[in-house]
């Protein structure tokens, strides 16, 4: 129980409670439980695991008050307090495995799933040995040494220009003088993403590296925050002609969010649309003038976009997405982990701890980013092994099954993981002076010069400063094990005889900064550790052989590392900043430090929890000079392994590899590219463009010979369905008349996405919104767009009812995104009913990942599976397949929607089966509608933007008072909101059983949502005039 030195004395009090308390004066609860004994119960309770800080600072109150009585009842409800904790603890420890239990259960039978639907394939290459595979598969260690990649093969992927898009959301990022450990927000990720991009930056092949995150106005911080673009390596001007105006590295900060306030991480979410839509429009005018400059007609398209930590990897996989281009995500520190370790204190429930937290949306952000990603970088293998296989989306075993497929060319059907790669964080050698066999000093320092001021503030707590050093850099956290060096350096006689001990403890990480101005100013985690050591140097008599400096900054820590070095450090807890020193470490042989040793060899490994081993280790260490000496040499061999020139080749190769997929109309090949499709004469040019060369007739004409049915599916005999309409394609014979859609010249583009239970109602809302602004209609500044979980068919086949024709709309989203149409500019006469064209380059966009049959079959089996366990209710199967009418929407109907898992269940039952998918449940649950997980109606609009021109912030998005299972995409973006009140109610079921609450996700006060308290023609008119006045 590191932390809880205090126990030894609380046992004792409890003890002395025990023996004080008799049988007339004893309270209820007492009596209530006979003979009741306070220490008994303690060791029982207590010791056996729980870990309570704050039960230190209730006895430090207690034991001050002198009154024995007071004193003894106060001690008392400490006792009932543990009880309380230590059962809730208990119960919650329950409630995890069981549904530990279920996850394995279900992981086994995807794996069961998977195997059949691969069997006949399976080879010795999937059958291999686990170590083998998995150190191939992770693409770290081999033979004590990092994989290295050829610098030619890399270089032969780098001869075009390479543009890369690095993401960081949260805390406070600059390029120089970071404050690191200002806040929780604020530390070692930012000194990562900043090190990477600048490294980045100078690589050969790289032209330009954007490092995207939020601009911050509040007048709380550094007005540097709020300047739109930073400059991270200011190129020489005898480069500038080679590199080009707009090359190297570059901060770019987008505005979202409240503008005056500084955001933590945890209230970020419901912002990340904005984020989204305006770091798109910076890529995309970026990406053109890049194109400009190294002379192509066509924009230079990111080659990844990079997300670090869950929000920036959701951010990064909604730009992906809208993109089409590969997404790469580093998760730093993973939501599902820190939930365990919050749970197995136990002092909080799944429900408190999101609550503070926003776990459940974090870890949802997560696998998104798992959904998305094609390549997982990590910095040792420990993070794949132990972190990212708690989540649905991530199987080792499986992984292992598929990637040796994809190595054979062999069909993986429709199943899907990112690859895992092992990459150590690099790290700067600007700071860096290292010291030689004799003990000199290389670099510029003078010998004669005055030390570092650092240097007198360490050495003031030493009686003999001429002893080594023994140097430990952490935050004043449990899990960093100070208490336990302190301890073993008080125990061992020799080591203290031969050693001096600085901890320089730092408030956020091991990067440092200031520690702190008052210990009861620090949190009660932090105060404690602090006051254990404290109370440690005194138990010991260490004073004069322990240094542990009230304030130091982050400019000190390499005069920290070179006071250090004069002295010969034995122990460093920053492992790689100690090697670039020439310091020997002694770290743990548990999780990322063993890969990193592996690589150095400059140190000892130990078990963190052995209070001798590392006694003996440190002890080991300074008294014998040749070890000291070959742990030193190995160090400063090997350190440049871990350089960030390194790392970023490594990375680089990495990236080329993923396979590109940009946009179809961005590709060079491409005779049909626009590259004037922004202009407002591009809409008015008749064009013969791929994406609009289909036409879909609904008139059910059977003549048409050669005419590629898109629902037309693989058909399971047996099978009920219900069919729609029959749906056919056929060529466009007249595209001379063809038109490239007119929204990039619209002023105003109204959306349609309220979630109605029929398509009457859908049609009917929509007419009063047609009826509260008439001159719309006709008007060329105005478009309307339906978007919609119906399909084309359905909608068509009630248009003239509404009264509405298909030339009314700019363009419909269907079956939840899962489908877009443009009505025909000149529909055939002799055809009653609309004829639409399908954009095919949506298709191509939303197809990647997509898994066809496969994900089909399987949804089936999950049907069948709930039909199986309701089989009693004689009304009939509860999910019925539909034929959707699309290639990229698996529809089914829902007789009882309490009869059928939520939607976050089935969710997770297609990620354990490495399925990616958008599982959207519509219609008040009656309804569900599986599309590509790139695929949703908020990303079809950005797409219409991408493609067409729509200017996002001219958009207004009609939505009801609840909706669909994504009706959260409807918020936060760019575009205005307009929540018509009282509409879609009935949809509050599907939303009761989310994996996280809808109002952490929606934004609150935000001067783009607007409510329509009476959704009749006047009403809607008030809330447009609003609206035109907002603008």
Partial sequence: MAGNDWINSYLEAILDVDTGINDQKSSLLLRERGRFSPAQYFVEEVITGFNETDLHRSWVRASSIRNSEERNTRLENMCWRIWTLARKKKLIEGEEAQRKAKKRVDREKARKNAAADMSEDLSEGEKGDVVVEMLAHSDSIKGGRLSRVSSMDMMANLDKKLYLVLISLHGLIRGENMELGRDSDTGGQVKYVVELARALGSMPG????????????APDVDWTYGEPTEMLNPLPESQMDEIGESGGAYIIRIPFGPKDKYLSKEVMWPHIPEFVDGALGHIMQMSKVLGKQIGSERPLWPIAIHGHYADAGNSAALLSGVLNVPMVFTGHSLGRDKLEQLLKQGRQSREEIDSVYKIMRRIEAEEISLDVSEVIITSTRQEIEEQWRLYDGFDPVLERKLRARIKRN???????????????????????SVQDIDGEIDGNESSGGSDPPIWSEIMRFFTNPRKPMILALARPDPKKNLITLVKAFGECRGLRDLANLVCCISWIATLIMGNRDDIDGMSATNSSVLLSIIKLIDKYDLYGQVAYPKHHKQSDVPEIYRLAAKTKIQKSLVYMQAAARGLPIVATKNGGPVDIHRVLD??????????????????????????????????????????????????LSRITSCKQRQPKWQRPDNPYADPERDSPAGSLKDIHDLSLNLKLSLDGDKDAEGIQNLVSKGKESGKKQVKSAPLKVSPNEKQEN????????????????????????????????????????????????????????EINSHLDKAGLKASDFDAFICNSGGELYFPSPSPEKSSSDSLYLVDTDYHSHIDYLWGGDSLRNNLVKWAASVNEKTKDDKEGPVITELDSGSSHCYGFSVRDPELVPPFKELRRLMRIQALRCNGVYCRSGERINVVPVLASRAQALRYLHVRWGMALSKVVVFVGELGDSDYEAGFGGMHKTVVLKGYCKSAEKIHSCRSYPLQQVLPTDDPNTLECQKSDVDGIKAVLAKLSQLK
């Avoid at 790289?206 to 106005?217: A, C, E, F, I």
């Avoid at 300074?622 to 490594?650: M, Q, Y």
């Avoid at 990039?744 to 979630?755: A, F, G, H, T």
């Avoid at 109602?761 to 509260?772: E, M, N, Q, R, S």
Wanted: proline share 6%; charged share 20%.
């Fill in 206 to 217: 790289v032209y330009r590296v954007d490092l995207l995150t939020r601009q911050v106005m």
């Fill in 410 to 432: 062999v069909s993986s059907f429709g199943r899907i993981m990112p690859r895992m790669v092992v990459i150590p964080p690099g790290m700067e050698f600007r700071n860096v």
């Fill in 602 to 651: 400059n140190g000892v490994l130990v078990d963190p929890h052995d209070q001798q081993s590392i006694a003996d280790a440190l002890l080991k260490l300074v008294a014998d000079k040749h070890l000291w000496g070959r742990c030193r040499e190995h160090g400063l061999r090997n350190i440049h392994r871990f350089s960030w020139p390194e790392h970023c080749r490594t990375y």
């Fill in 738 to 793: 063809s038109r490239s859609p007119k929204l990039n010249m619209r002023k105003l583009i109204i959306v349609v996405s309220v979630d109605c239970d029929s398509v009457a109602d859908v049609l009917g809302i929509t007419k009063t919104i047609f009826a509260a602004n008439p001159s719309a209609k006709d008007s060329p500044s105005t478009g309307f767009i339906l978007s919609t979980s119906f399909s084309i068919s």
